[in-house]
């Protein structure tokens, strides 16, 4: 489909120049139309329980699609703290298990400030040991810091595919090789490069990696994935488990096409699955994954290629007219996000929505702008010129 006919089903496109997409994208006409048919559904006819099931189900064969995995690797999660806390809960109880017992971590500084709270609590409760900060692994000269910092007694490192206060895209292929060669755990926060750069689990290597989905893929919020690599799956077995992913549970019913409630559900001798399923716990938020499978289904008509294209060449446009104010990416790959540095962002941010009808959003000395790919080329020029003149607007 045209980028036109796709701008007309984003009714934000008619009143903004929206440039926060990595604060949240907005809802196509088709996202918001299958959420209400989805609930109308429910009022009139009760709940739509084994739709929401199927959805869910054809959702993870698109997003396997998209970050070239199976299936069997993904699960669903409503949001990527939850995620993160699974995770990391799950790995210190197996790295504890295992009598590793002072586990060192090593943390990309530049990841979501969630990250610190994670691991500081399970610190302050001497859970591990010590955290060690790197800022930034996005070039040869700091993924040296990483290979000098990293040791048997790590248990694990974490960074963010993209980071959301630099922009910059870590190789993650590089990255996991290195925490592999030491027997430590991957664990990527993706929420900035799926939907807006190419992920491909399979050759960049990350064990757990997850994501929501209300940024770059234009869902609504309460639905996201964890993907689990199946390298990890003998060693992972989550500290809880619920109903709909057991083996034998209501997943492995459905997608054996079995009637769910026919045969008692596992209770004493249940078993952990070998797949990401082990992570399902409970029911999901099933309209907010039909939204978010609407969302795939408007951008798929687009083609994700183009995507990816299209929304690192417009945030090189914003890269170029910001010119010195822009932060430069130097080295790692290029993303969605440019930071522009300056000493008053909200009043900016104001500015622009207010006189030019501009979003873009502020953050503690620097603005970010994160074009998507729906965004025109007039539009990103528009918007960065109007930020420098802002910016050098004397006060
Ligand atoms: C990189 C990153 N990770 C995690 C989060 C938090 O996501 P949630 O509140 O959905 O858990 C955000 C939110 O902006 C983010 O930018």
Same mark, same amino acid.
């Given at each position: ?11 934000i496109?008619?009143n903004y120049v929206y440039l926060d ?24 006819? %009760?709940?739509?329980? $084994?739709?929401? !099931? ?7 064969? =698109? *997003? #396997?699609? +998209? ?58 409760? %001497?859970?591990?040991? $010590?955290?060690? !900060? ?7 000269? =700091? *993924? #040296?810091? +990483? ?78 994935? +964890? ?117 008053d962002p909200l009043t900016v941010v104001a500015r622009l929505r207010k006189h030019r009808k501009i979003i873009v959003s502020a953050?503690?000395?620097?603005l970010?702008i ?12 528009e918007a960065?010129?109007a930020i420098?003149e802002e910016v050098?607007r004397?006060k």
């Amino acid at each position: 489909m045209d980028l036109e006919s796709l701008r007309n089903k984003i009714p934000i496109t008619r009143n903004y120049v929206y440039l926060d997409n990595a604060g949240a994208g907005p809802l196509p006409l088709p996202t918001v139309e299958s959420i209400h048919s989805f609930l109308d559904k429910w009022s009139r006819e %009760g709940e739509p329980w $084994e739709n929401g !099931l199927r959805t869910i189900m054809g959702l993870k064969d =698109k *997003v #396997a699609m +998209l970050l070239n995995t199976r299936a069997s690797g993904l699960a669903t999660i409503p949001n990527a703290t939850t995620a993160l806390n699974a995770i990391i809960a799950t790995l210190v109880m197996e790295l504890h298990r295992s009598k590793r017992g002072d586990i060192k971590v090593i943390m990309d500084s530049y990841g979501f400030p969630t990250n610190y709270y994670t691991l500081l609590q399970l610190k302050k409760k %001497g859970l591990i040991g $010590e955290i060690v !900060l790197l800022k930034g692994l996005h070039s040869d000269e =700091k *993924v #040296a810091e +990483l290979e000098e910092a990293i040791d048997r007694r790590t248990g694990f490192v974490m960074v963010d595919h993209v980071s959301w206060r630099t922009g910059i895209a870590v190789d993650l292929r590089n990255v996991s090789k290195i925490v592999h060669d030491y027997g430590a755990f991957l664990v990527t926060d993706a929420f900035h490069s799926v939907g807006s750069i190419k992920v491909d689990v399979s050759n960049q290597g990350p064990d757990f990696l997850y994501f929501g989905s209300y940024k770059w893929l234009m869902g609504p919020h309460g639905a996201g994935f +964890l993907y689990v690599s199946s390298r990890v799956w003998d060693y992972i077995e989550p500290l809880y488990l619920g109903w709909l992913g057991v083996k034998d549970g209501v997943l492995d019913r459905i997608a054996g096409g079995e009637e769910l409630f026919e045969r008692e559900l596992p209770l004493w001798d249940f078993e952990a699955p070998l797949s990401s399923n082990s992570f399902e716990w409970g029911t999901p938020s099933f309209v907010s994954f039909v939204g978010l499978s609407s969302s795939l289904s408007f951008m798929e008509k687009f083609g994700w290629q183009r995507i990816f294209e299209r929304i690192t060449s417009l945030a090189r446009v914003v890269r170029e007219v910001l010119g010195d104010i822009a932060l430069e990416v130097r080295s790692g790959e290029e993303s969605g996000i440019v930071i522009a540095r300056l000493q008053d962002p909200l009043t900016v941010v104001a500015r622009l929505r207010k006189h030019r009808k501009i979003i873009v959003s502020a953050r503690p000395g620097f603005l970010r702008i994160s074009p998507h790919f729906y965004n025109t080329e007039g539009e990103v020029e528009e918007a960065s010129h109007a930020i420098r003149e802002e910016v050098k607007r004397p006060k």
